[in-house]
């Protein structure tokens, strides 16, 4: 006769699962001038996500990636600083 283990009693607090969702955005390799107006990149769009967050970039700040002519001001390009925080408040 096989021994039944007990199951072990579930959290009292479900761990929280972020949900990312996706973004046209992120299919790009994305590049920003940093503090010292230095391009830096390519990193891709969660890590541009995280320098939003961490307020290392803000709607000012200057991003390219390899569809666009020249740099742009985060809040020059339709829908970026939206998503960027959107995504920013559901963290």
């Known amino acids: ?11 009292k607090e479900t761990p929280e699962i972020q ?3 996706h973004s046209p ?3 790009y390799n994305w590049y920003y001038l940093d503090e010292n ?3 830096t990149g ?3 769009f969660v ?5 939003w967050e961490e307020r290392k970039l803000n709607e000012h ?3 390219w990636n390899d569809t666009m002519e020249d740099w742009k001001k985060v809040n020059e390009i339709k829908d970026l600083k939206e998503v960027l925080s959107k995504n920013a408040s559901t963290t």
Request: aromatic share 6%; charged share 15%.
């Open 25 to 27: 955005f992120s299919q």
């Open 1 to 11: 006769m096989p021994v039944i283990e007990p199951t072990p009693p579930l959290p």
């Open 37 to 39: 107006r230095q391009p």
């Open 47 to 51: 890590d541009l996500e995280m320098l």
């Open 42 to 44: 390519p990193i891709d």
């Open 61 to 63: 700040s200057l991003v």
């Open 19 to 21: 949900v990312y969702q």
